[in-house]
C-alpha cells in the first residue's frame, strides 16, 4: 500500500463512520466522542498541562489498556512530574476507562488523518509517545518524528504473515522506522524485524503478565460471590459471546447439579442474557439480583450483569472457559491463569495467542472442537482433583515466568531521558 492510498483509505473510512453510527450504538459513541475534540484539546489541553512534560500512552481497546496500565502506573511513579496523556481508539476502551486516575488527561484518538495528526501533535507537544502492542499510525509516527518526540511501541507481536512482511509491504516497513525502540513478545518477533532491518528492538516479553500478577496480588474479595460458589466445583466463563454459549449451555445442562457456573458475558445484552437463562435447565441468578436475602446456593449459575468484575471473579473458580475463539478472536487467559486454574477455550482462533500456545504444550489448557469434547475436558477435571491442580500450577507457574517486561522497559525509557 502505497502513502496515496493510506492517506485516502483514512478519509474515507472515517467518513463512512459517520454514515455507520446512524446504525451502530458503539460507532456513534466513537464519532460523538472525536466531535470538536481537537478545538477543545486546543483551548484547554497545555493549561491543564501547566508546563510539565508530556508522556502519551495509546491504547486501541479496553484489552490493549490493560497490557499496557503497568507501564502507565509505573511511568507514573517513576517519573511524577509527567502529565500523563492517555488516548483510545475504540469506545469499548474509551467508555470504560475514561474515568481513569492513572491519567490526567484521557481522550479518543482523532484518525489519522494529515491534519488531524498534525495538529494534535503541535497541541499535545509529547516528549514521550507509547504505542501499545498493534498500533501504527502514520501520519501520527511522522509528526512525532518531526516534533523530536520519543516514540515506543510495547508488548508488540509479530508474525511472518503481517503486511510488514511481504513484498507489497515497503510503506509499513517504513513505519517501523520511526520508532525509537519496539520491545517485542517473542524471539520470533524480533528475528522477523532482523530480517527486515530494524534493528531498533528488543525482547521484553508481555507487560499483561505484570498486571495479571498485581490483579492477583491485589484482588478484590466477592463475599456473595463466594457464598454462591458453596462447595461444589466452580466454572468461571470469563468474557462468553454467543458462539461460546451455544457449545457452553448443553455442557453446563450435562452437569447440572454437579457444577456451579460463573458467566461473565463479554457484552451485556439484557435480552441475549434473558435467552441464554431459559436454555440452561439450572436455576439462573443475576449478579444485580443479589441481596441478603437471596439463598445464593440453591442456584446453578450466576450471570454477571456488569462490565469490571471478571479478574475478581477467577479467584473462585476450579476451572476456567475464556470466551472470543469460536468467533473473532481469544481473550484474556493470564488473567485465569495467575489464580492457579486449568483453562478451557475454542479451537478456532486462538493460534495467534502465543500465551494459549505455550499454555497448551506444557497441558495448563485446552482447545476443544465441541461440547462433546468441552464435555470430557470438564469430567476429568471435575472426577481428578489432582490433574486439576497439575494443570493449574502449570499456569501459575508460566505467569511467575513471565513478569518483569514493565521494568525492562522502563529501564530503556530512563537511558533516553539521559
Known amino acids: 500500500m502505497s502513502e496515496v492510498i493510506y492517506q485516502s483509505a483514512i478519509s474515507i473510512v472515517a467518513s463512512l463512520m459517520r454514515v455507520a453510527a446512524l446504525f451502530n450504538q458503539k460507532i456513534k459513541l466513537g464519532v460523538a466522542g472525536r466531535d470538536g475534540l481537537l478545538d477543545e484539546l486546543e483551548n484547554s489541553f497545555q493549561k491543564q498541562v501547566n508546563g510539565r512534560s508530556v508522556a502519551w500512552f495509546h491504547a486501541a481497546s479496553l484489552g490493549e489498556f490493560e497490557q499496557g496500565r503497568p507501564v502507565i502506573e509505573a511511568f507514573k511513579a517513576q517519573f511524577p512530574d509527567h502529565f500523563i496523556l492517555l488516548t483510545f481508539f475504540s469506545p469499548s476502551g474509551y467508555e470504560v476507562r475514561k ?27 509529547p516528549g514521550f509517545a507509547f504505542f501499545i502492542k498493534y498500533e501504527f499510525w502514520y501520519n501520527y509516527l511522522c509528526e512525532l518524528k518531526k516534533s523530536g518526540a520519543r516514540i515506543i511501541s510495547f508488548s508488540t507481536i509479530f508474525r511472518p504473515d503481517q503486511i510488514f512482511f511481504k513484498k507489497r509491504g515497503s510503506f509499513f516497513k517504513k513505519m517501523l522506522g520511526y520508532f525509537d525502540h519496539i520491545f517485542v513478545q517473542n524471539k520470533q518477533s524480533l528475528t522477523l524485524l532482523h530480517g527486515i532491518g530494524v534493528q531498533q528492538c528488543s525482547l521484553a516479553g508481555d507487560t499483561r503478565f505484570d498486571r495479571v500478577s498485581a490483579i492477583a496480588a491485589h484482588v478484590k474479595d466477592l463475599p456473595e460471590v463466594a457464598v454462591f460458589r458453596d462447595n461444589r466445583p466452580c466454572l468461571i466463563v470469563g468474557s462468553a459471546w454467543a458462539a461460546d454459549m451455544q457449545v457452553l449451555i448443553p455442557v453446563l445442562n450435562h452437569f447440572k447439579g454437579v457444577l456451579k457456573a460463573i458467566i461473565a458475558p463479554h457484552e451485556i445484552h439484557a435480552d441475549e442474557i434473558g435467552q ?10 443475576l449478579y444485580s439480583e443479589l441481596s441478603p436475602s437471596v439463598n445464593t446456593k440453591e ?6 450483569n456488569n462490565i469490571g468484575m471478571l479478574s475478581s471473579l477467577y479467584q473462585y473458580g476450579d476451572m476456567a472457559y475464556i470466551g472470543g475463539a469460536f468467533g473473532s478472536g481469544l481473550h484474556n487467559i493470564l488473567e485465569a491463569a495467575t489464580f492457579g486454574i486449568p483453562i478451557v477455550f475454542g479451537n478456532k482462533k486462538y493460534h495467534k495467542f502465543q500465551e494459549a500456545v505455550d499454555l497448551i504444550s506444557r497441558k495448563g489448557a485446552v482447545a476443544v472442537a465441541d461440547k462433546e469434547e468441552l464435555i470430557g475436558i470438564i469430567d476429568e477435571w471435575v472426577k481428578a482433583q489432582e490433574i486439576r491442580k497439575q494443570a493449574g500450577n502449570v499456569n501459575k507457574n508460566y505467569i511467575a515466568e513471565g513478569v518483569g517486561s514493565t521494568d525492562i522497559i522502563l529501564n530503556e525509557v530512563k537511558k533516553m531521558k539521559g
Open 99 to 125: 474515568n481513569y486516575n492513572g491519567a490526567d488527561y484521557i481522550c479518543y484518538l482523532p484518525w489519522d488523518t494529515a491534519a488531524n495528526a498534525k495538529r494534535f501533535v503541535k497541541i499535545v507537544q
Open 276 to 285: 441464554w437463562r431459559k436454555e440452561m435447565s439450572g436455576k439462573t441468578i
Open 299 to 304: 442456584y446453578d449459575y450466576l450471570v454477571i
